[in-house]
């Protein structure tokens, strides 16, 4: 008979978005820590945050991540770029449980590889921040950052990527002061971006495409590991007992679907939840 260990913290991480492109941290979490439950949450009504003030965006993240932690999460990754921006250290202070965001994970996955010009696209919210270009500064002086806004990517995102055609026209769109300015890497600075890879590269031959959320599930597992927060790793990786529960405040459809294209998942565990209830 094989052994199951059973120690370990069994609580789930939540993760939040808003909307389907924290899925493409999910995915990446799945693969770093197979063993952990997550509970998801889309923001889907009231997406898009891009063009929302700070304020406002630091008022619905928190009321998210109080909603996870209510819910059980023992730790919570911002799978979002406008989000992290905005609410990161804001929503850190106020909740006892570890809150990981995704820019430093971006800026790290930067500097993995030599870089003298980097690209960003991202929501309107997250380049008028300024979040990444401060910690560039910092942690990689000298290295010269073009930041382009490109809000009209997440709509298409959203849609599940069906319209070819706009998507094609939007990234030409936005690729042309790229190759203008010949950068050498270009971060996703927006967690629906890396759903747009192939069109992204088919546009910029040559230019690394840094999407943080490996360095971001590399960097949730070791803050569990340090605090004794992970799930037991079990011998047995079939029976893991990994579970995914997903909430949205938009329509539980939509979010089914994008589950099913982005994930590959289908029959998901998917709630509503009222924005009365936040
Ligand atoms: N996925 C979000 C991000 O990473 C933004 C999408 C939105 O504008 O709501 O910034």
Request: charged share 25%; aromatic share 6%; proline share 5%.
């Amino acid at each position: 008979m094989r052994s199951v260990a059973t120690r370990g913290d069994p609580r789930p991480i939540g993760i939040m978005d808003s909307g389907a492109g924290g899925l493409t941290v999910v995915k990446e979490v799945r693969r770093v820590l197979p063993n952990e439950s997550i509970l998801y949450f889309a923001d889907a009504g009231r997406l898009p945050y891009g063009p929302r003030p700070a304020e406002e965006v630091r008022t619905f993240v928190y009321q998210i991540v109080k909603f996870l932690v209510a819910k059980g999460a023992k730790a919570v990754v911002l799978g979002c770029n406008t989000a992290t921006a905005h609410a990161l250290d804001y929503v850190r202070e106020k909740v006892d449980v570890p809150v990981i965001g995704v820019i430093d994970a971006g800026v790290r996955a930067l500097a993995s590889s030599p870089v003298r010009a980097a690209g960003l696209i991202a929501t309107e919210g997250t380049v008028g921040s300024g979040a990444y270009q401060r910690v560039i500064k910092e942690r990689l002086p000298g290295v010269e950052v073009v930041a382009e806004a490109c809000p009209d990517f997440v709509p298409l995102v959203e849609a599940g990527l069906v319209d070819q055609e706009g998507i094609e026209r939007a990234v030409e769109n936005h690729a042309r002061i790229f190759r203008k300015t010949k950068i050498d890497a270009l971060i996703m600075g927006c967690t629906h971006f890396p759903l747009l890879r192939p069109w992204l590269e088919a546009a910029l031959p040559g230019v690394r495409m840094v999407d943080p959320a490996r360095e971001t599930a590399e960097e949730l597992k070791r803050v569990l590991e340090d605090m004794d927060l992970a799930n037991a790793s079990r011998d047995d990786a079939e029976s893991s007992g990994a579970e995914l529960e997903f909430y949205t405040t938009g329509s539980v459809g939509d979010l089914d679907r994008q589950i099913e294209v982005f994930l590959g998942l289908t029959g998901a565990r998917v709630h509503h939840v009222d924005l009365s209830m936040l």
